[in-house]
């Protein structure tokens, strides 16, 4: 395959997934018809629709991407009739079984092979404390869940690790407690959940990483527009950084500060990255965004960086190969625990291009700027930001690839691979 010299045009990336999910949750809690635009549609987000219909919430499609929700308030869900599955979806089953463990009805959830690897403890046991019951497989560890909702009481809960899901359950359940609950975070994660539930009218508050919510008796229904995804954003910013004389213009991407480590990252690497007509839509930082490729050089990311930018790392790696110099990245061990072991996946992926790379037991490294082969066999491990990180290699190098699992990518990305090809 030939190397690509440069890339350049126009995009627009597809909804935020975060966001998406979310604007579901928090609609069908709230009381009246919410509507929301840019939705992701993916499997994934597909996932978290499914749950909240079995529920009894009647969600429309208006179009693809384009939901109508008729909210049934805090207290009008129904017990679902059989097991939900959330699929690769870690965000659908751990929110999900915060507002699950607050329901006076008995759930059972499950996911995908990927998923039944996952941990769950992280959500089970502040849930547990604030008076669920909750078990899972292998000594309460792995889906399936089984949740029986309860009367919840209130915690303070400090958080072992830095997760906006773990975050958002325990501040889901928080709105049914019998008074205030106050999640402490080590380091600041994603903050959709606190912008989305103050915008429904939820008493949010807090400073940094201490946040504190009411309990609610009703919430008002969302007009959301959602942006597009900065994390699906990524790959076309690494793609267009490495490829020295590049220029992508990405369209109306979400620029939260607490998701664009990845952008950090490629600047003080050497790309120019500026973000453009910048504004705020439905209580999100919105920008379009130019990147212009250059040399890049190699740089360090520290452990305080890893929650802004933790599903880019996989992309920021086929970067640092590009770069000259040895990039590591450390205080990453949560990667080992996401849809695949991200750490283990892009060693074995860089090492089988014969790019120079090791990893830690939190982390890992690698060293540019690399000389790719003509081909070569990956594999995504079932995991969506591994394949499509390959594939930005694969434009950016010139590289064959055989890949063996591309489906995956419709977890959060359906278009990537005839939008890489347009470019
Ligand atoms: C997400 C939070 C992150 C992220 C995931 C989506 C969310 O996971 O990796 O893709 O929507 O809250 P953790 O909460 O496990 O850090």
Known sequence: MKRSPRVYGEIVVPGDKSISHRAVLFASLSEGISRVRG??????????????????????????????????????FSEPEDVIDAGNSGTTIRIGAGLLA????????????????????????????????????NGDRFPPLCIRGKALKSIRYAMPVASAQVKSAILLAGLYADSPVTVVEPLPTRDHTERMLG???????????????????????????????????????????????SELVLRGVGVN???????????????????????VESGEPVADIVVRGKDLAATNIFPEEVPALIDEIPVLCVAAAFASGRTEIRGAGELRVKESDRIGAMVANLTALGISCGEYEDGLWVEGPSSFPDRAVCRSMG??????????????????????DTACIDTSFPDFRSMIASL
Do not use: C, W
């Not at 434009?395 to 890949?403: D, I, P, S, V």
């Open 39 to 76: 939705f992701l549609d993916a499997e994934d987000t597909a996932r978290t629709i499914v749950m909240m219909k079995s529920l009894g919430v009647k969600i429309e499609r208006v179009s693809k991407e384009e939901l109508r929700i008729e909210g049934r308030g805090l207290r009008g």
């Open 257 to 279: 500060p607490r998701r664009t480590g990845v952008v950090e990252v490629l600047r003080r690497m050497g790309a120019e990255i500026l973000f453009e007509n910048e504004r």
């Open 102 to 137: 607050a329901q006076p009805f008995f759930t059972v959830i499950t996911g995908d092979s990927y998923l039944r690897r996952r941990p769950m403890a992280r959500v089970i046991l502040p849930l547990s404390q604030m008076g669920a019951s909750i078990q899972g497989r």
């Open 383 to 404: 995991d969506h930001r591994i394949a499509m990180s390959m594939l930005v290699l694969q434009k950016a190098a010139g590289t064959e690839l055989t890949l063996d």
């Open 199 to 245: 915008a429904i009218g939820a008493a949010v508050s807090g400073e940094g990483t201490e946040i504190t919510v009411n309990p609610a008796s009703r919430l008002l229904p969302i007009d959301q527009i959602v942006p597009g995804d900065i994390s699906s954003a990524a790959f076309f910013l690494a793609l267009a950084a490495v490829m020295d004389g």
